[in-house]
């Protein structure tokens, strides 16, 4: 499918362009040495025509949730799949979509891998995981899965406004956008193009270590610059947590390899202390005794949302593209990721009446 931005910002513009029709267009640091900064200088400048067709798709779409990372690797991406599919279960009309341009993993994580996006006159159709549960991404249209997406940030800002102006997603109560780390091109376009139609927050998700809450940090600086609330931090993989029978018990040896003695141990629990056979172990996996995110949310005087384990049933239920509420397999990270739904639809900047 085309770039229904091309019109709009040239594919060989410079990374950073401001668009045709901004004022500054062909005057800005940003088009030195562009090969279209005269012709920009020249164009006459105007409203662009594509955020009245935004807003027009947007009207029938009541939230719309940004979640955000200041680095990869978070869990950014299984927290949105997860909402989503949780927002679905409460009987809310949901949409997904999937602005990680250069690593859409969403469509894995709904269970969508090889869907293909459909077109009628009402413009793209969302791929359906549920009657009520509608997800687009970039991945749906590229040929081969192990595809490279190698784009400027003209281009990348274009699919985005793409996917905002011609996807048909019909009457929803959320609309969650599933944004790439940092604060690039992409943030900053999503916000552009939906300022006129209202961001209701974002959610940041985050690790308890150091090294991931000063990029949240700067997440946040972001959020407050650009006008959108935090609805909350997400603490995730806060501390590895799983049942004692899930665990695989080792003994090393004198030579120093690794014997298994996992049956041993659990048929000795089993004979001599049954009740243990019940317990979930837990060890921290990052570094948390600077206080981690929420020391961090009262610093920063941003809602601290709760803590989402390092668990590896949540992580199998991501692979295969399921929800983590489906069944009893997630014992120990749903609930905790129920509790932090739960608070954010309660929550009065969500309510859907």
């Not at 190698?150 to 599933?178: A, C, H, M, S, T």
């Amino acid at each position: 499918m085309e770039n229904g931005d091309s019109n709009q910002i040239p594919e060989n513009a410079n990374e950073h362009c401001p668009g045709p029709q901004s004022e500054s267009a062909g005057q800005s640091d940003a088009c030195q040495g562009c090969p279209n900064q005269e012709a920009c200088a020249t164009a006459p400048k105007g409203p662009d025509p594509d955020l009245v067709a935004i807003a027009e798709r947007m009207a029938t779409v009541k939230r719309k949730i940004l979640v955000l990372s200041g680095k990869g690797g978070v869990g950014k991406s299984t927290f949105s799949a997860q909402l989503s599919f949780a927002l679905a279960a409460m009987d809310f009309q949901v949409g997904l979509l999937d602005i990680d341009i250069c690593g859409p993993s969403i469509p894995k994580m709904l269970g969508l891998e090889g869907q293909d996006i459909h077109q009628s006159n009402l413009g793209w159709s969302p791929v359906y995981v549920e009657s009520n549960l509608g997800v687009m991404s970039i991945g749906f249209m590229l040929p081969n899965p192990d595809e490279a997406v190698i784009w400027r940030g003209p281009r990348k800002n274009g699919i985005i406004k793409q996917f905002l102006k011609d996807v048909y997603w019909g009457e929803l109560d959320f609309l969650v956008v599933d944004a790439p780390p940092g604060t690039s091109d992409e943030h900053i376009s999503i916000v552009q193009f939906l300022q006129g139609t209202g961001i209701d927050g974002a959610i940041i998700v985050t690790t308890p270590q150091q090294v991931s809450l000063i990029d949240v940090r700067k997440e946040v600086s972001f959020c407050k610059k650009v006008g959108v609330e935090v609805l909350g931090v997400v603490e995730n993989m806060s501390g590895l947590c799983q049942p004692v029978t899930d665990f695989r018990f080792t003994r090393v040896t004198e030579t120093g390899e690794q014997k298994d003695v996992t049956e041993w141990v659990i048929e000795y629990m089993r004979e001599k202390a049954p009740e243990m056979l019940n317990l979930v172990a837990c060890s921290e996996v990052f570094d948390s005794s600077s206080g981690g995110a929420a020391k961090m949310c009262k610093e920063m005087n941003v809602p601290f949302l709760g803590k989402v384990p390092l668990d590896p049933q949540l992580c199998k239920a991501a692979e295969e593209g399921r929800s983590c509420f489906a069944d009893t397999k997630c014992g120990v990270s749903a609930p905790a990721l129920q509790r932090i739904i739960e608070k954010l639809v309660a929550n009065q900047a969500l309510s859907t009446t």
